[in-house]
């Protein structure tokens, strides 16, 4: 290996570090909270750009869809509708659902007669949005006693019923859509797509606001209150469900901006949020799910040595990445004395 091919590898490995520690931050964050491993996350950074393809031209993203309301936009309407339901005891939470319901509704069909670009790029993330939250009240919220291995049963069951919905909904074929900063900047040797700057740029920012939300808000202390003790935060009028939903919802956020900007650079499909998601999750585990900064940390060396193993074997690749797990439960588990049924 000489120093053009090490250097190519080094910014793809930065690159796909990045989308994995975006999707590791999330992982951990609603882990900490709700104790829910977020095995769908993946699908939803694929939903929010598949969605925005529906409200690009033809001309712009080579497909004649007519004008037709994407199917994500149903299923979050669907899962909103059926929220509401729920919540018939509260009339006027009940209504606001509908409402959002309505409204969900209502920006797919003004998207998909045709909206600028940057309008578009916004309500595609807002389609996607609610599937987060909803998912965490109509899936997790009613086995909210559940153990960790019920909630990832749960989380598991979800992501195929999510990537079955997608290729219903968008078909088996990639997408190819624009870039919103397009060429290419050379970094030394190496080439760089100027849309993979924004993702460092929104991985930076996403790092902040975490920090500035979990340290300075009264709504970020609350949710690292329920992190570190749920029954201790409910006798201090904390709701463990209103943290939930806000966990959620801001996994949800990351995950859809994190797909918009990265589809330029993959042409995203239905199938792909799957390998993301579970990278950003073995990132997430060599972080041990409780920490950001590790969390950072082992994307970045998931991203690198995914690029190694893809340049030594590209044919075992994902198998070896996914092998970084192995030495890191090992670990853990030699350091764990608790027997399950006494815990």
């Given at each position: 290996?000489?120093?053009?091919?090490?250097?190519?590898l080094?910014?793809?490995?930065?690159?796909?570090?990045?989308?994995y520690?975006?999707?590791?931050?999330a992982?951990?964050?609603?882990?900490?909270v709700t104790?829910?491993?977020?095995v769908?996350?993946?699908?939803?950074?694929?939903?929010?750009?598949?969605?925005?393809?529906?409200?690009?031209?033809?001309?712009?993203s080579?497909l004649?869809?007519?004008?037709?309301?994407?199917?994500?936009?149903?299923?979050?309407a669907?899962?909103?509708?059926?929220?509401a339901?729920?919540e018939?005891?509260?009339?006027?939470?009940a209504?606001?659902l509908?409402?959002a319901?309505?409204?969900?509704?209502a920006?797919?069909?003004?998207?998909?007669?045709?909206?600028?670009?940057?309008?578009?790029?916004?309500?595609?993330v807002?389609?996607?949005?609610?599937?987060?939250p909803?998912?965490?009240?109509?899936?997790?919220?009613?086995v909210?006693?559940?153990?960790?291995?019920?909630?990832?049963?749960?989380?598991?069951?979800?992501?195929?019923?999510?990537?079955?919905l997608?290729?219903?909904?968008?078909?088996?074929?990639?997408?190819?859509?624009?870039?919103?900063?397009?060429?290419?900047?050379?970094v030394?040797?190496?080439?760089?797509?100027?849309q993979?700057?924004?993702?460092?740029?929104?991985a930076?920012?996403?790092?902040?606001?975490?920090?500035?939300?979990?340290t300075?808000?009264l709504?970020?202390?609350a949710?690292?209150?329920?992190?570190?003790?749920?029954?201790?935060?409910?006798?201090?009028?904390?709701?463990?469900?209103?943290?939930?939903?806000?966990?959620?919802?801001i996994?949800?956020l990351?995950?859809?901006?994190?797909?918009?900007?990265?589809?330029?650079?993959?042409?995203?499909?239905?199938?792909?949020?799957?390998l993301?998601?579970?990278?950003?999750?073995?990132?997430?585990?060599?972080?041990?799910?409780?920490?950001?900064?590790?969390?950072?940390?082992?994307?970045?060396?998931?991203?690198?040595f995914?690029?190694?193993?893809?340049?030594?074997?590209?044919?075992?690749?994902?198998a070896?990445?996914?092998?970084l797990?192995?030495p890191?439960?090992?670990?853990?588990?030699?350091?764990?004395?608790e027997?399950?049924?006494?815990?």
């Amino acid at each position: 290996m000489d120093w053009t091919v090490f250097s190519f590898l080094a910014a793809d490995a930065i690159q796909s570090g990045t989308i994995y520690a975006l999707l590791a931050l999330a992982l951990v964050l609603v882990f900490a909270v709700t104790r829910v491993i977020l095995v769908p996350l993946g699908e939803f950074l694929v939903f929010a750009p598949l969605t925005y393809a529906f409200f690009l031209p033809p001309a712009v993203s080579g497909l004649e869809l007519g004008g037709q309301i994407p199917g994500t936009a149903w299923l979050s309407a669907t899962l909103l509708a059926v929220w509401a339901v729920l919540e018939r005891g509260h009339p006027r939470r009940a209504l606001g659902l509908l409402l959002a319901a309505a409204g969900v509704v209502a920006l797919a069909w003004v998207g998909a007669r045709g909206v600028p670009p940057w309008l578009g790029w916004l309500l595609a993330v807002l389609v996607v949005l609610p599937l987060g939250p909803a998912s965490y009240r109509l899936f997790f919220e009613p086995v909210r006693n559940a153990t960790v291995l019920v909630y990832l049963i749960i989380a598991v069951g979800l992501h195929f019923a999510y990537q079955g919905l997608g290729l219903v909904f968008f078909g088996p074929e990639q997408y190819r859509l624009p870039a919103v900063w397009g060429g290419q900047t050379t970094v030394g040797i190496v080439p760089v797509n100027n849309q993979a700057f924004l993702v460092y740029g929104f991985a930076v920012l996403a790092m902040a606001g975490l920090y500035f939300f979990f340290t300075r808000s009264l709504y970020g202390k609350a949710l690292r209150a329920c992190a570190v003790n749920r029954y201790g935060a409910r006798l201090l009028g904390i709701s463990p469900s209103q943290a939930g939903y806000v966990s959620f919802g801001i996994a949800t956020l990351i995950s859809a901006v994190a797909g918009m900007l990265l589809a330029p650079l993959i042409n995203p499909a239905y199938f792909q949020g799957f390998l993301l998601g579970l990278k950003g999750f073995v990132a997430g585990i060599l972080g041990g799910l409780v920490s950001y900064p590790l969390a950072v940390v082992g994307a970045l060396v998931v991203g690198g040595f995914e690029q190694w193993a893809g340049y030594a074997s590209s044919a075992f690749k994902d198998a070896l990445v996914f092998a970084l797990l192995l030495p890191v439960l090992l670990w853990r588990s030699l350091r764990s004395h608790e027997i399950a049924e006494e815990e």
